[in-house]
């Protein structure tokens, strides 16, 4: 069951995860806990040792909000996007029982299309899977689309078109199923 | 064009400092925090803040990209970027010139220009300031030891794009050299991304003294007093007082005017530091370099001249002039800063961040504290530990001193470990009443016996 409130491991639990890794001597660490899976390797070329069954390829980990934190700091992340993505409790109108919330990776402007005139990426009531594209965020020109990172239907798009997200601002909401 | 709202992007007690200062001439305030920072001191202050990126740094307060993207979405027509992250990156005020956002801080020029210490030395001796003996750029570890024979040993080898001590290593002969050269290159190409190196005569019996210089861009250039900065440890500061009581007269006309022509030369604007060695033997001074922001230690010179230089630093930046003269700035009182760390100093100074329990600083006449804290914060782990700056101000340094001793004693940090009691110890020293000491007495003599306490 994917429930965040259960679960409690926030991103910044992650964050001090990757700062005690960070500042440590290890080559990698490798955490079990709860169906929750995290490896960091300093190897850019790591792969997870052994990857729990609903856990996505680090591939598709790329755009969601732990791989972007984690990516730069010359780190790897692999684990259930499901869990760690949209684990991060927050402020706002709280999130409905069976409900999930993608999270913004970063700060920048928010896009419901590729462009402007373009169809939008999703809709509310859509069936989306793990790996489509659902937003776009902008950093100075810099656009990149976010994936999903769960299987699931659209419930609520949080965000407004061509607004200012905060890091780890709630989205869209996502029932998984 | 007055300033009507600014980003505050750094963290800690300056961006409490900035928000205040801020709000004290009208302007409205955003600032950005790290998803540490939420909590913070100028997030409760501002009048809007926003979650810029996660704990880490690198991911946050050091994405220039970031910063300006949140200024232009969020209306601010100013950025602040405080002391140390960016606030010396030449990138940074460069991007807030190309969006319209102004950068307050000098122009992105004049910051590579002085972030280069080989650039800033020539600069300097092309000003007529005086500079401590040495070399140019050295490549290889021959050059290095035919170098230090010619200045005479010791000798320091600094990294041009250095800073904080990185890269630096006393040589006392050529066997040092041979020892550390390369490995000091290499740390300073990890650390700045440039391996360069130079070499200049190491000056054992040295105070550090720096001025406070503004400019507003047009060649005016004001100062406000020097400050003795030379209790330090690793090249830290630690405790720092305004004015260097130890100078006299002759040499520190000498200091301030070198200091102003320096900075006059290049049309500086917005607040500066020009950092001098004091030779005490000699008694001559040699530029160090300029810091191209306002410092940590600002406020003592805050103190001695009355003027707030945070506040000068808006007013510069939208496009007032320095409409005093020199005389116009007395020093007339005695201001001494130390900084409190969440550190052990009895575990080597490691770290010490957590919970504050219990908060209860000083107060009373002369007392000033600059700080972010509160009973019931939580320092974070992932940045510089510094929760707190004491400063105290009086009619002399002795009473100034005094004042200081009794305000340490009566300030109470509890739920972590502070470096208080080194702070007291240092404060009650009779080296330090006597205001006998160099740049380093710290370490070679209070921390012996600072050590010797525990035992």
């Known amino acids: 069951m994917a429930s965040s409130e259960k679960r409690k491991v926030t991103a910044e639990d992650i964050e001090n995860l990757i700062e005690i890794f960070k500042q440590s001597s290890w080559d990698e660490m490798h955490l079990e806990a709860d169906g929750l899976e995290i490896f960091l390797s300093n190897d850019p070329t790591a792969t997870t040792p052994r990857t729990p069954a609903a856990a996505v390829p680090s591939a598709a980990m790329t755009n969601s909000a732990v791989a972007n934190v984690v990516v730069p700091a010359a780190a790897s992340v692999a684990a259930s996007s499901t869990t760690l993505s949209h684990a991060a409790g927050g402020a706002g109108a709280p999130i409905p029982d069976g409900q999930v919330a993608i999270r913004a990776p970063n700060l920048g402007t928010f896009y419901r299309a590729p462009k402007p005139g373009a169809p939008t990426y999703i809709e509310v009531g859509q069936q989306i899977e793990v790996t489509t594209e659902v937003c776009l965020i902008e950093v100075m020109k810099l656009f990149t689309p976010v994936q999903s990172g769960l299987r699931g239907i659209v419930r609520e798009i949080r965000a407004r078109d061509g607004q200012m997200v905060e890091f780890d601002a709630v989205l869209i909401i996502i029932e998984p199923n | ?455």
């Open chain 2, 1 to 455: 064009m007055p300033i009507s709202r600014v980003l505050s992007v750094n963290r800690g007690e300056i961006a409490a400092r900035v928000v205040r200062a801020a709000h004290a001439l009208g302007i409205e305030t955003v600032q950005a925090v790290s998803m540490a920072d939420r909590e913070s001191r100028a997030a409760q202050l501002a009048d809007r803040t926003v979650v810029i990126g996660p704990a880490a740094s690198r991911l946050s307060y050091l994405d220039a990209n970031l910063l300006v993207h949140t200024a232009l979405q969020t209306g601010c027509d100013a950025l602040h970027p405080g002391y140390g992250f960016l606030s010396e990156r030449e990138h940074l005020a460069r991007l807030c010139d190309e969006h319209g956002i102004i950068f307050i801080g000098p122009a992105a020029e004049t910051i590579a220009a002085l972030g280069d210490k080989l650039k800033a030395k020539a600069i300097a001796r092309a000003a007529g300031v005086p500079l401590v003996p040495g070399t140019e750029r050295i490549a290889t570890v021959n050059d290095a030891v035919k170098a230090g024979e010619e200045l005479g040993y010791p000798v320091l080898i600094k990294a041009s794009a250095g800073g904080g001590g990185r890269g630096m290593f006393i040589a006392r002969g050529p066997d040092d050299i041979v020892a550390s050269f390369d490995k000091a290159s290499n740390e300073a190409m990890e650390a700045f991304g440039d391996g360069t190196m130079y070499m200049e005569r190491y000056v054992e019996n040295a105070r550090h003294v720096e001025v406070q210089v503004f400019g507003d861009g047009s060649g005016k250039v004001l100062h406000f007093g020097e400050r003795d900065c030379s209790i330090q440890r690793r090249y830290q500061k630690v405790f720092e007082e305004a004015p260097c009581a130890a100078m006299p007269p002759a040499l520190r006309r000498q200091l301030h005017e070198s200091a102003v022509n320096l900075v006059a030369s290049l049309k500086y604007r917005n607040a500066g530091t020009v950092e001098f060695l004091y030779d005490i033997d000699r008694q001559a001074i040699y530029f160090i370099e300029v810091n191209a922001r306002i410092q940590v230690e600002h406020p003592v010179s805050e103190q001695v001249t009355g003027y707030d230089l945070v506040q000068l630093q808006f007013q510069i930046a939208g496009g007032e002039p320095l409409r005093w003269t020199q005389d116009q700035i007395p020093v007339t009182r005695h201001a001494i800063e130390c900084r409190l760390n969440a550190e052990d100093p009895y575990r080597n100074f490691k770290p010490s961040p957590g919970r504050i329990t219990r908060w209860v600083p000083p107060q009373g006449a002369g007392i000033r504290l600059d700080s972010h804290c509160y009973a019931d914060y939580l320092v974070p782990p992932f940045y510089d530990s510094m929760i707190g700056k004491l400063i105290v101000t009086a009619a002399s340094r002795e009473e100034c001193v005094r004042r200081l001793q009794v305000a340490l004693e009566k300030f109470v940090v509890e739920g972590l470990t502070t470096n208080l009691p080194l702070l007291k110890f240092i404060a009650t020293h009779p080296d330090f009443a006597a205001n006998q000491l160099n740049t380093r007495w710290l370490e070679q003599i209070l921390l012996p016996a600072f050590e010797a306490t525990q035992e």
